[in-house]
């Protein structure tokens, strides 16, 4: 079944630039608002995409209002009658989702395939609003969604592999880079991000080193930004609420650190704001932020309060965490390793120079990561605790590049 007309519900941050992408590949399609006011403002969401592509002079203004025409407008579900897919892009709550899931099913022909933008809902929670949970499927895009490379497909308990592959079959002829993700909170690229994240913001509560130090470290390593600053840009309030998922997903060993509710209490939630680890009010939109007396005074009111020993921090206690994790994922048959190197690298930013984090693993050596997975298990605790793979590969001898064999091969 190819796809010759698709559905959009929801034209806010994420369902306009999916609109666009879509109908910019020649798909005509059909953007359903809740109202006539969100639905212009919708349509302003899609024309201002365009608008920096004629700006750029890449298009001209006679091919902005072609490609306008490929887009319906309607608050209407009668209008999804004949189409072969639609993506749902709206709040992240589920009552509203399953709804909505309800009126698809009924509304669109019994072929159509259901997609949900979730960043973090259960897509077979989703499903099962439907009478066709063969063809409901997470297709998650990373914002801004016209820019942004990465896709994660997620097939519910389900799916059917026919649905998994039209929907990726779609990803590709958008130019986008899909990877098949199974189902788990935080999917694959929150669930690798937000532990390193959080261990970021440990280390800064617990004294290890300042705000600055720490991001700086890490982009000597190779990321293209500082953990701080990233939260920054994301929203603290939108990291902390994927925090908590994974905290009830992974259990103790994700849970949050204390900082980010007191920053959050401080409305304090990022760049978006003014201020969040650093401070903007000061420069422009280009303004990398400046640490300021607040967020230091903040912080050691709360070492005072949880009274917990001063820790250390390397680059290598954040990377540890994380190359952990993609393990686990690779070990609970989450994703390929290949898929999961394009998440890292297409989704968390993580340069393609050093090939994801399973390249990482395999150039540092197996057994030393072990090694530092226990020493930092003693020292901070369970959370890294190796997963078994790791140990399984260094007794067999599977040590990465210098023996020539570790999760990829080296010749
Ligand atoms: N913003 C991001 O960076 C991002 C990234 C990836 C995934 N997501 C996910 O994408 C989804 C949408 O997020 P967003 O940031 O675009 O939200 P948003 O708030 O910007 O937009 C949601 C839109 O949905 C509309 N809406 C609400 N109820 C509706 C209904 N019944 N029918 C039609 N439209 C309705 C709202 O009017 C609004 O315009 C969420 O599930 C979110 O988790 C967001």
Not at 229 to 236: H, M
Request: a neutral charge; one cysteine or more; proline letters at 5%.
């Amino acid at each position: 079944m190819a796809i010759y007309k698709a559905g959009v519900v929801g034209g806010g941050t994420m369902g306009a630039g999916i609109a666009q992408i879509i109908a910019y590949s020649g798909i005509p399609v059909v953007l359903k608002e809740i109202d006539d006011k969100a639905l212009q403002r919708g349509v302003e969401n899609i024309r201002k995409v365009y608008d920096r592509l004629v700006a750029k002079k890449r298009m001209t203004p006679e091919e902005l209002e072609i490609q306008m025409k490929k887009i319906t407008p309607t608050t209407r579900y009668e209008d999804f009658k004949d189409v072969d897919l639609v993506i749902e892009a709206v709040p992240e709550i589920m009552n509203i989702k399953l709804s909505i899931f309800k009126a698809l099913d009924e509304a669109c022909p019994k072929n159509t395939i259901l997609a949900t933008n979730t960043s973090a809902l259960s897509i077979s929670a989703i499903a099962a609003a439907t009478q066709r949970p063969d063809k409901v499927v997470g297709v998650h895009f990373f914002f801004p969604a016209n820019i942004m490379k990465l896709v994660e497909v997620i097939p519910g308990l389900q799916t059917s592999d026919e649905t998994v592959e039209e929907v990726i079959t779609l990803a590709e002829s958008l130019k986008k880079l899909p990877i098949r993700v199974q189902e788990c909170p935080g999917f694959l690229v929150n669930r690798l991000l937000m532990p390193y994240l959080n261990e970021a913001v440990l280390a800064l509560q617990e004294g290890a080193a300042s705000i600055e130090e720490i991001d700086a470290a890490m982009k000597a390593t190779g990321w293209p930004m500082g953990p701080f600053t990233l939260i920054d840009a994301l929203g603290l309030d939108i990291c902390a609420e994927a925090g908590k998922v994974l905290w009830e997903g992974y259990g103790d060993r994700m849970k949050p650190a204390e900082l980010w509710l007191t920053l959050q209490e401080m409305k304090r939630l990022g760049r978006k704001g003014g201020k969040g680890f650093y401070d903007y009010t000061q420069g422009g939109p280009s303004d990398p932020g400046k640490p300021d007396s607040e967020v230091a005074k903040a912080i050691a009111d709360l070492q005072k309060k949880l009274n917990h020993p001063k820790t250390q921090f390397t680059p290598e206690r954040l990377m540890a965490l994380i190359i952990n994790e993609a393990v686990l994922t690779l070990q609970e048959k989450i994703s390929t390793a290949g898929e999961i190197e394009i998440g890292v690298m297409a989704g968390l930013g993580y340069p393609a120079s050093k090939s994801g984090l399973l390249h990482a693993a395999d150039a540092m050596g197996i057994d030393t990561l072990v090694d530092l997975l226990d020493g930092f298990t003693k020292e901070l605790g369970f959370r890294f605790h190796p997963a078994h793979r790791l140990r399984t590969m260094r007794n067999a001898g599977h040590l990465g590049v210098k023996t020539k064999q570790g999760f990829f091969s080296y010749s």
